[in-house]
């Protein structure tokens, strides 16, 4: 009885051992220098052209946080190794090109391990302790010069009690881990599909070049394909274009070409179509197919932007270059007078049962932010582009991040970071199930917040990582930014404490307590100084369409000074309108202003006067539609009074 477990832990052992002879880690590059999209993974097979189905490839985080788990897990099946034995697993960045395509910068490079096993990706869910059955076939151990990881080593002595933690070298090296022959393990130069001895069959590199990265419709492009030898006999070459949206309508061209013998080259030229559609960017990818086994490809999977001249141009400004009054609220007539006649913390409560209204407002998942950002921020100057925060520009809505490269692409950004509220994704988030799916929630559904479009907008990711989760004043925007971002997020702050309870804006920068951001006095100067405009009204309009409320700061900007600002306390009325459905509520910008103001909303004939803290008249003007009025005043408060229809609105006015 006390020999039995020994003699399992032997038989396993044994048939391990047996099974790693026919497939093995051949070569680890967990580390390259830069943003480690170098990195790759060979496997060889004790013979050539072996089919590797009903293998999975899994990579475990040796690491304190990872706990000798499972973080990725790639299956093989349908894939074959080569004429020399070797599968290479990398991205499209490895020279020469990978059979198994994986996205840059994904292999870690801690004390961590990569193992073969019989079975499929479903049997390595995310957090699966390594271990070691009947069904491990091969292992490697490694790391970048760090601390052995004994718990790991412990797990994986059941299959070779002798193994070790390899290391590559330092971090940014140039090498890689390779296996010998006799099955110990040396670093040196990296040697992808080639064997690690130099022995095997000599392959002839097949490169495919292009003359640029990006092309407009109606271009035209040369493919050149090159051979590093001059050819015994002819080669044909076929490849194919198609990706995602890109389909073979969208250009026309020889997709299969022949390298005559005796030469090194052929070229073929491809027409982009110049169509009327409105399909947005796409991605081109050349594809090779069918090469003879003696032909490496150093190259292949090469992406080109075909960039779509039929965009759409909206009628209505960026928020660096505003207009206002284009844009109508699509808010429902009455939507908002369950607040007339309310103050202080009733007027508060009673905004909060419309933006959280159980019975009405739609929770959509995270997944399905990014579609609403991709219309909510579309750029008003160009429709296949999202208006980028903070840095101000235009930005393909293709270029979303899809890996952990930050460069020249776009993700989400939450205006009241997560770690500040509280909130974050759970596994259903990760889904884009449209718009008519969704959860219930209502103002104690914290967690939604997590997907309020309202305050999530489309960043540059470099940026997105500078903000962090710095509060607004803290955070002002990159250097030389116009600001037309600020109004934008204070109001978007503002309306998420409303919306959800255990959230609250307070003055000051309140470090370490979750459910407060900051600075209040900065958001309320942001929204006073950048009043809404038709960008964001539009913006507000879309998000509504998804999760049934509104941000009530863009439709009616007084209402901030009622809950936070200059007339707390006061009875909140509906402001001044025409009696149309959707009235565009009047603001005054900038303020405080030095020598001139600006009055939006005006639709119908009113009187506009400037008041003293006495209430003298101290200047007055008929007006009609939106105006502007000089500024010829000692600096001080003041307050403008805007009459008509038998309706007034009093607004202060600081005066710099």
């Given at each position: 009885m006390i020999l039995r477990?020994?003699?399992?832990s032997l038989l396993l052992l044994s048939a391990s051992l047996s099974t790693a002879q026919m497939l093995v880690i051949n070569e680890l590059d967990c580390d390259t220098p830069g943003i480690d999209d170098l990195e790759f993974v060979e496997l060889k097979s004790a013979a050539p052209f072996t089919a590797l189905d009903g293998y999975v490839l899994v990579f475990f985080n040796g690491s304190a946080s990872g706990g000798n788990t499972s973080y990725m897990a790639l299956d093989l099946d349908g894939y074959i190794t080569d004429v020399n034995g070797l599968l290479l697993i990398g991205s499209t960045s490895v020279v020469p090109s990978p059979q198994y395509l994986i996205p840059a910068n994904v292999i870690q490079n801690g004390a961590d391990a990569v193992a073969i096993y019989e079975g499929g990706a479903e049997d390595f869910p995310e957090g699966t302790l390594a271990f070691v059955d009947q069904t491990l076939v091969d292992v490697l151990l490694y790391d970048t010069n760090d601390p052995d990881a004994p718990d790991l080593i412990a797990i994986f002595q059941a299959f070779n009690p002798n193994i070790q933690q390899i290391s590559e070298g330092p971090g940014n090296n140039t090498n890689s881990i390779q296996r010998d022959n006799d099955g110990t393990y040396f670093t040196g130069t990296p040697t992808p599909r080639q064997l690690n001895d130099g022995s095997g069959v000599i392959l002839n590199g097949l490169t495919t070049k292009i003359s640029q990265t990006m092309y407009d419709e109606g271009d035209t492009l040369h493919l050149v394909f090159n051979t590093e030898q001059a050819l015994t006999s002819n080669l044909t070459i076929t490849f194919s274009l198609s990706n995602g949206t890109f389909t073979p309508a969208d250009f026309t061209g020889d997709t299969s070409l022949t390298i005559l013998a005796g030469q090194y080259s052929a070229t073929t030229i491809i027409s982009l179509t110049d169509d009327a559609l409105d399909e947005g960017d796409e991605v081109m990818v050349i594809r090779l197919a069918g090469l003879p086994v003696e032909f490496l490809v150093l190259n292949d999977n090469i992406p080109?932007?075909?960039?779509?001249?039929?965009?759409q141009v909206a009628p209505f400004g960026t928020p660096i270059d505003p207009t206002y009054g284009v844009v109508t609220s699509t808010q429902p007539t009455g939507y908002y007078d369950g607040l007339n006649g309310q103050s202080g913390e009733?007027?508060?409560?009673?905004?909060?049962?419309?933006?959280?209204?159980?019975?009405?407002?739609?929770?959509?998942?995270?997944?399905d932010v990014i579609d609403i950002v991709k219309e909510a921020d579309q750029n008003p100057e160009n429709s296949n582009q999202v208006w980028l925060v903070y840095l101000e520009e235009g930005r393909p809505k293709i270029d979303i991040q899809t890996t952990i490269n930050n460069t020249?692409?776009?993700?989400?950004?939450?205006?009241?970071?997560r770690s500040r509220g509280g909130f974050d994704s759970i596994a259903a988030d990760?889904?884009?199930?449209?718009?008519?799916?969704?959860?219930?929630?209502?103002?104690?559904?914290?967690?939604?917040?997590?997907?309020?479009?309202?305050?999530?907008?489309?960043?540059?990711?470099?940026?997105?990582?500078?903000?962090?989760n710095q509060f607004y004043g803290e955070y002002i925007g990159p250097p030389g930014t116009l600001g037309g971002f600020r109004g934008d997020v204070a109001r978007s702050v503002l309306y998420l404490a409303i919306r959800y309870n255990g959230l609250e804006v307070v003055d000051g920068y309140p470090e370490g307590l979750i459910g407060q951001f900051g600075d209040l006095a900065t958001l309320l100067?942001?929204?006073?100084?950048?009043?809404?405009?038709?960008?964001?009204?539009?913006?507000?309009?879309?998000?509504?369409?998804?999760?049934?409320?509104?941000?009530?700061?863009?439709?009616?900007?007084?209402l901030v000074e009622y809950i936070w600002g200059d007339s707390i306390g006061y009875t909140w009325q509906q402001p001044l309108s025409t009696g149309a459905a959707n009235p565009k509520p009047v603001g005054i910008f900038p303020n405080p202003a030095k020598n001139q103001v600006h009055i939006t909303g005006i639709q119908a004939p009113c009187l506009v006067e400037i008041l003293n803290l006495q209430g003298q008249t101290l200047s007055s003007q008929q007006a009609l539609e939106d105006i502007s009025l000089d500024l010829v005043l000692p600096a001080g408060m003041y307050f403008i009074k805007i009459s008509g229809q038998g309706e007034t609105i009093l607004k202060r006015l600081v005066v710099n």
């Open positions: 477990p020994l003699l399992l080109i932007r075909v960039v779509d001249n039929d965009f009733a007027l508060r409560n009673a905004l909060q049962a419309i933006l959280a209204d159980p019975d009405v407002v739609r929770a959509q998942t995270y997944a020249g692409v776009w993700n989400r950004e939450h205006t009241y970071p990760t889904l884009a199930d449209g718009k008519d799916l969704y959860w219930p929630t209502n103002a104690d559904s914290l967690r939604h917040a997590n997907s309020d479009a309202h305050a999530i907008r489309a960043v540059d990711s470099d940026e997105n990582v500078s903000r962090g100067e942001w929204h006073r100084n950048d009043p809404p405009d038709d960008y964001e009204m539009n913006r507000n309009n879309v998000v509504y369409s998804w999760q049934l409320n509104r941000n009530p700061f863009i439709d009616l900007p007084d």
